[in-house]
């Protein structure tokens, strides 16, 4: 007897993946389980195996088994980063098709990434690493400038730092240490990479790996430098205007890198930067693109990145692969300013703007803001569809124009001692 069309989501509470996943399956008629990344002292008020604490991968396994065992799935798949390594354990565990729990943790893990690029010869930035505890006054001397500081295992360019001479790198390193002890990392047992700076313009690559062939679903241009200190990501656009032949290299080098993970099934997301000796892979992750920004993807007759993906997940047959649709572009709203999210104005105008789809404010009213490279959030999205890139990108570019955003300061915390 066939198992159920059923599979299991990995999930966190503030996952922008989530919805799309979850309505993907429902198109298809898939039964989706979710489970969400939740820390053991808000588990109580949840029901067993529901809710599971991704930090805790062992214990975390069980459950997920466990559960299961009563709701038989057909593919576990993570929607973002935080369960990537999860999935492969519990995939790996009830013999469903996944990648290697191994090579699921050298993309989640960039000190392992980079180990295993220079193993297999993938042109990479050749890391250092430093334990998060140590003193950057004495590693400063050996290093050469300018270079990026960033965490092992953090995502969306947080706590990623181009630092340009021996002050700078004290003061990133410092930061980096700060960033991950406000997320509750162990410091005794965290590492901080530094790497050379890979000067050039960036790409995206969207693709789906099956039985280890990679499948390129879109290359993006990131038409904006990202050249630091901190690398905020703007506007995506696909199809990508640069010649076939730098695109075939692209492609070639984003293959070879999940070949050096171990990287076999399912989507892929690789940021790679492009100068005069080629591609260089700044990281490949065994997921699909973040935040809101694969609304603008549509494959073959109309299916969304997210059906593809469940589709390719239970083995129902996908007539074809192609983008259709011209071209298309997000843009990930720059946050411009630390704070607190009074308003927004401008959002009709944005949206009367032609080629643009949609824009969607996702900060709330009255939250705080983080600029990178602390923040963790997007502010919106602005989506847009045209005849070629170009023109996407100025639709973007001109939508964006039009938006303002109040944001009030923080106010310092006065103790009660002192207010008079
Ligand atoms: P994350 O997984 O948090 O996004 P990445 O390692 O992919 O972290 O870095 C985020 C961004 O920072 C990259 O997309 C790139 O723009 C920039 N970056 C990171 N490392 C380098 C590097 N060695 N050289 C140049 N830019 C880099």
Same mark, same amino acid.
């Given at each position: ?13 503030? $996952? ?10 429902? !198109? ?52 973002? &980063?935080?369960?990537?390594? *999860? ?20 993309? !989640? &893990? ?25 003193? %950057? ?20 360019? !947080?706590?990623?730092? !181009?630092?340009? @001479?021996?002050?700078? =790198? ?28 890979? %000067? @050039? ?7 789906? #790996? ?9 290359? =993006? ?41 171990? #990287? ?13 000796? @080629? ?17 603008? *993807? ?27 649709? @011209? ?53 919106? =999205? ?12 100025? $639709? ?6 039009? #938006? $303002? =955003? ?11 001692? $002192?207010?008079?």
């Amino acid at each position: 007897m066939n198992p159920p069309r059923r599979v299991l989501l990995l999930t966190t509470p503030t $996952s922008y993946r989530t919805r799309a996943f979850v309505d993907a399956a429902e !198109r298809l008629r898939i039964q989706a389980l979710v489970v969400e990344d939740t820390p053991e002292v808000l588990r109580v008020s949840r029901p067993a195996g529901f809710a599971v604490d991704f930090g805790q991968p062992e214990r975390a396994t069980e459950e997920i088994v466990r559960l299961v065992a009563e709701l038989p799935v057909r593919a576990v798949i993570p929607v973002d &980063d935080a369960g990537t390594v *999860l999935a492969a354990r519990v995939a790996t565990r009830l013999g469903l098709p996944s990648n290697d729990p191994d090579a699921a943790l050298a993309a !989640r &893990d960039k000190w392992l990434m980079r180990q295993r690029f220079a193993a297999a010869g993938v042109r990479a930035p050749q890391a250092q690493a430093f334990p998060a505890l140590a003193d %950057p006054r004495e590693v400063v001397a050996d290093l050469r400038f300018p270079c990026v500081v960033k965490p092992t295992r953090l995502s969306g360019s !947080r706590g990623v730092i !181009r630092t340009d @001479g021996p002050d700078q =790198f004290v003061a990133a390193f410092e930061r980096v240490r700060h960033i991950l002890a406000s997320d509750g990392i162990d410091l005794a047992q965290a590492w901080i990479l530094v790497e050379p700076f890979v %000067p @050039g313009f960036e790409v995206a690559v969207e693709g789906l #790996l099956t039985d280890g062939r990679l499948h390129v679903l879109a290359i =993006f241009d990131k038409p904006d430098p990202l050249d630091g200190p901190y690398f905020e990501e703007t506007i995506y656009v696909t199809p990508s205007r640069l010649p076939e032949n730098v695109q075939a290299r692209i492609v070639a080098t984003t293959a070879e890198a999940a070949r050096a993970l171990g #990287l076999w099934t399912g989507p892929i997301h690789a940021e790679l930067r492009v100068n005069e000796s @080629g591609p260089w892979v700044i990281e490949i992750a065994g997921r699909s693109i973040g935040g809101l920004c694969s609304r603008i *993807l549509e494959f073959g007759t109309g299916m969304t990145l997210e059906e593809l993906i469940l589709a390719h997940a239970v083995g129902d047959p996908v007539p074809t692969i192609a983008r259709r649709g @011209g071209a298309a572009g997000v843009m990930m709203i720059p946050i411009p300013a630390r704070g607190i999210l009074k308003d927004v104005e401008g959002l009709e105008r944005a949206r009367a703007v032609p080629g643009i789809v949609d824009v969607e404010i996702t900060a709330r009213r009255n939250h705080r803001i983080v600029p990178l490279p602390e923040g963790a959030s997007y502010l919106g =999205f602005i989506f847009a569809r045209g005849d070629d890139p170009a023109a996407v990108e100025d $639709s973007l570019r001109r939508a964006h124009r039009h #938006l $303002s =955003f109040r944001i009030a300061p923080e106010l310092p915390v006065v103790p009660l001692a $002192s207010r008079r």
